[in-house]
């Protein structure tokens, strides 16, 4: 019998991925996607199968993570051998403009499958994966973090995703479930969102290349991030989940890199030559005639900014045997291709 997996966030970018591996591992997929006026699957629309089809492997349902009874519903009509909670409003700037909204999707969502879980008496068949995040240490500079260094979040998404990280744990102590936690540290793609600011630099880029755009606005240019590739990731998800006791982890490359080296290594890819002068919000960088190509922009700065991230993955490493496969500037590669390919074509 081929397993059950229900993931919720389906239509983001680590949906996307993880689809993908679990049909490929023969996994019965089945996915949640909020209802929406415009077509929001673009992301999945490859391995999309219609409801004519027998025997499909991927299984599209309208639900929210904000709807008590969707969630319950789903999970009692599934059945499913693994949950993945992906579903999140994950956008850290955005979530001090709506700090209620994040709370009630990325904080009490995990609540609600949990619950849904226990209430459906699922306890000893299903599996629960929730999506952490580095924003968990926030304000903690001391480098490198693992699953044993302290948490101080500095935005609503960062406590949010706090709560769904305890309560995962709570769960998973006061009802013998298999309830885990994946710190994921930043990992980015072709599918990553163009509000995020790796996708934001790739796409601003490429069109000053094309002279599409003059000038790419940026925020904190020297905040130092820790990048990997989702498609990577994922499969450290699925390896979290396939273990007999649950275990929280930390998954991340180890190797870290600031906003303005990722600006710089995205126009190396695209040939542009830059140059940097000024300090501080004044800060730009220059082509050869001198127009300013990259800029700071005060509203791009968050109200409380998290300067240092860099993950230790050791026990994933010697435990899951998982390691990342995509270098920084591989994942730069595939993103600018990806984007010049399609604004070119």
């Given amino acids: 019998m081929k397993k059950k997996a229900l993931i919720f966030g389906i239509t983001g970018q680590d949906g996307s991925y993880l689809a993908e591996y679990l049909i490929k591992k023969n996994y019965i997929v089945h996915g949640v996607k909020r209802r929406s006026s415009s077509i929001n699957t673009g992301r999945v629309d490859h391995i999309y199968q219609d409801p004519h089809v027998s025997n499909r492997t991927f299984i599209l349902h309208y639900g929210d993570i904000t709807d008590s009874l969707s969630v319950a519903r789903l999970v009692k009509q599934i059945k499913p051998h693994e949950i993945y909670n992906l579903a999140a409003q994950s ?92 710190i994921l540290f930043n990992h980015e793609s072709p599918r990553r969102g163009e509000t995020f600011v790796t996708q934001k630099i790739v796409q601003a880029m490429c069109r000053i290349k094309q002279k599409k755009q003059k000038t790419l606005y940026l925020g904190n240019l020297y905040a130092k991030r820790d990048w990997g590739h989702a498609r990577d ?21 180890g190797k870290q890199t600031t906003v303005k080296n990722f600006v710089n290594l995205v126009a190396k890819k695209l040939k542009i030559k830059l140059t940097w002068k000024g300090k501080g919000i004044k800060e730009k960088a220059l082509d050869q005639k001198g127009q300013i190509l990259v800029a700071c922009d005060k509203a791009y700065f968050r109200p409380l900014e998290v300067n240092n991230l860099l993950g230790d993955s050791s026990r994933a490493r010697k435990i899951l045997n998982w390691k990342p496969k995509t270098s920084i500037r591989e994942l730069v590669s595939e993103m600018v291709d990806k984007e010049m390919n399609e604004t070119i074509g």
């Fill in 233 to 253: 990731f994922v499969h450290a998800m699925w390896l979290i989940m396939q273990r007999k006791d649950p275990k929280d982890f930390v998954i991340a490359t």
């Fill in 91 to 182: 956008h850290v700037q955005v979530s001090f403009e709506s700090p209620e909204y994040t709370a009630n999707a990325d904080a009490i969502g995990a609540l609600r499958i949990l619950e849904a879980i226990r209430f459906n008496k699922l306890e000893k068949k299903t599996k629960f994966y929730q999506a952490g995040t580095s924003e968990l240490y926030g304000l903690n500079e001391k480098t490198p973090q693992n699953e044993k260094s302290f948490f101080h979040p500095a935005s609503p998404y960062g406590v949010a995703k706090l709560y769904a990280h305890w309560i995962t744990i709570n769960y998973r102590e006061s009802y013998n479930m298999f309830a885990c936690n994946g």
